[in-house]
């Protein structure tokens, strides 16, 4: 622990039971230190930025009152299958019909159940091939304006895109937690992002997204699939 996570914790904790938490992401996205004083069932949450935090790198300290099952109840999160299943359906690109390709998921969001207990498929919450040119024109700008502008969402993009030399299609997992979205929502979905990630296989990119002033312009997307050699997306030039 940092010497101000332990000046922290030396005060005023006389008859509290303390629980240490560090928290830490594979790819060291962020490093929390994560500090739990209880007395009689409810919690002083305190957050310490041990590193930076994307959607917490404003807050260098917070203390909010939570109840202590709901700041863990993201531990046990499971996927339902229906996820999988769809994940495996647009990471499979096998000889289809026309019909079939119609049918294809250009893009869809996740979320966790009522009881926070399960990822599942967000209802109506999805674009297929078969909806482009028809009832919607440009599939980025639509898959924007399906992000909820005041909670987290997990995400598969299916992008296709042009480099310098081909044309190319790549899935794209994406990581939603506006900076609107209230704190709770952002822990239980970033603590529970590792359980879906595990499903999506061979996924090549990771997104996480902070605002709709980092995902407006695709041009930003661009260069999370190839850099400067991209030099189009979904047939509009960056």
């Known amino acids: 622990m940092t010497a101000e996570g332990t000046e922290i914790c030396n005060k005023g904790v006389?008859?509290?039971?303390?629980?240490?938490?560090?928290?830490?992401?594979?790819?060291?996205?962020f490093r929390l230190s994560i500090v739990f004083l209880f007395l009689q069932g409810q919690a002083d949450f305190f957050i310490y930025c041990c590193g930076l935090s994307s959607f917490l790198a404003s807050v260098n300290f917070c203390c909010l009152n939570y109840s202590f099952d709901l700041i863990l109840q993201a531990s046990g999160v499971t996927v339902n299958d229906e996820v999988i299943k769809v994940f495996n359906d647009m990471k499979v690109r096998k000889s289809s019909t026309p019909e079939e390709i119609k049918k294809r998921k250009k893009a869809v969001l996740f979320c966790l159940s009522d009881d926070k207990k399960q990822i599942i498929?967000?209802?109506?919450?999805?674009?297929?091939?078969?909806?482009i040119g028809d009832t919607v024109e440009d599939p980025y700008t639509a898959f924007v304006?399906?992000?909820?502008?005041n909670d987290c969402r997990y995400a598969l993009y299916d992008a296709t895109y042009e480099t310098k030399e081909s044309k190319k299609e790549d899935l794209v997992f994406i990581f939603w937690a506006p900076e609107s979205a209230p704190l709770k929502s952002k822990m239980i979905y970033a603590s529970s992002k590792d359980a879906i990630k595990k499903k999506f296989t061979g996924i090549k990119h990771e997104w996480q997204v902070n605002g709709l002033d980092d995902i407006k312009d695709r041009s930003t997307l661009?260069?999370?699939?190839?850099g400067n050699v991209v030099v189009s997306l979904e047939g509009k030039p960056l």
């Open 14 to 29: 006389q008859n509290l039971h303390l629980l240490y938490i560090f928290c830490s992401t594979e790819d060291n996205v």
């Open 121 to 131: 498929v967000e209802e109506s919450k999805q674009i297929l091939v078969g909806d």
């Open 145 to 149: 304006k399906l992000l909820p502008l």
């Open 222 to 226: 661009g260069e999370k699939l190839g």
